[in-house]
């Protein structure tokens, strides 16, 4: 099976908190994927209030850039077959209520952990 980040796009108030029906749709929504056995990591909420940029040895700023008009706001880590399937999870995700969008990319594995 391969797997696919997920990566949550947000378009405004990036140090907004979700409130909690927000919270408990995106639990659900984790549920569902983790019930069919494709859920490889839950992923994690990304602040953008403690974040730097690195763009080279002498060119750090804080980040994400403010003028922008999108942030990431997070990933979830999903395993299926193809990236079609993926898609079909991902939009059943609650973030297109709020304006959200979701970019989804195979994760390609370049070294072998158990060595």
Do not use: C
Not at 17 to 35: C, G, H, Y
């Amino acid at each position: 099976m391969k797997e696919f980040a997920l990566i949550f796009r947000m378009s405004k108030e990036p140090d907004a908190s979700p409130t909690p029906e927000q919270i408990q749709e995106r639990t659900n929504w984790l549920a569902s994927i983790a019930a069919q056995n494709k859920l490889a990591d839950k992923g994690n909420s990304l602040s953008a209030a403690n974040a730097k940029i690195v763009n080279g040895p002498n060119a750090v700023t804080d980040g994400p850039y403010t003028e922008i008009k999108e942030f990431i706001s997070g990933y979830v880590i999903i395993k299926t077959e193809t990236i079609d399937e993926v898609v079909e999870l991902a939009k059943t995700n609650p973030i297109f209520k709020i304006g959200g969008r979701i970019e989804i990319r195979e994760i390609v594995k370049l070294y072998n952990h158990n060595n």
